[in-house]
């Protein structure tokens, strides 16, 4: 049985995440943040960098979500996910500083493509109501893109909400009722969805990049 989220639902969560994300958006710094994001590049600014164990290439940041970036470094510091260096990154900032990081990441990252690459698998229906058909056009700030994010991280990320070791009492709800043997194909499918670059950026190894 596929559990999904209904669009009354899902507005509303999305309205939510919006309101209690408004204020730490709007007093973020991306100037600051880009100063403090430096120790970031040693991971995820390395084409192809694979985490040592698990192994799994990194996530992409750059265009990311500024909410889910922000709830991201604040489930790291938290420990409601378990990575100890990504721990000891965000343990180290502030909330302040973490929304700065978020605000100069976000930045980053190129404009979404207009067109779906590839047939969806049944199993992406589940996804796409939060994420969109793309896995790009998301329904809350909060909600991470998918699109064009590695193919093992996405499924590591996948099998970390199936097992409870990621806290997320939607991804909770959500990933209780996807069979984890469709966890390859819907992580191969936003893994091929693209980004496309602003006017003055080039795709270098899948990540947009300053000409």
């Known amino acids: 049985m596929t559990f999904r989220l209904g669009p009354v639902t899902v507005l509303a969560v999305g309205l939510l995440a919006a309101g209690s994300l408004s204020s730490t958006a709007n007093a973020a710094d991306a100037a600051k943040g880009k100063v403090l994001a430096y120790t ?45 260096t990504m721990h000891a990154q965000a343990a180290t900032l502030s909330a302040e500083e973490r929304a700065d990081v978020a605000a100069f990441l976000s930045g980053e990252g190129g404009l979404p493509s207009k067109d779906v690459a590839g047939t969806p698998p049944p199993a992406t229906q589940t996804c796409v109501a939060c994420h969109g058909a793309d896995g790009a056009k998301t329904v809350a700030p909060d909600y991470p893109k998918l699109a064009g994010q590695p193919a093992d991280y996405l499924l590591h990320a996948l099998k970390a909400y199936k097992s409870g070791q990621r806290k997320n009492p939607i991804m909770a709800g959500i990933i209780s009722g996807v069979d984890e043997k469709d966890f390859q194909a819907i992580a191969e499918f936003f893994s091929k969805q693209q980004a496309l670059c602003t006017t003055d950026q080039v795709v270098e190894h899948g990540n947009c990049q300053a000409e």
């Open 40 to 84: 970031c590049h040693g991971c995820h600014g390395v084409p192809d960098y694979k985490n040592a164990y698990p192994s799994y290439r990194v996530p992409k940041l750059g265009g990311q979500n500024e909410g889910y970036l922000v709830s991201a470094l604040n489930a790291y510091a938290a420990g409601e996910r378990p990575h100890p």
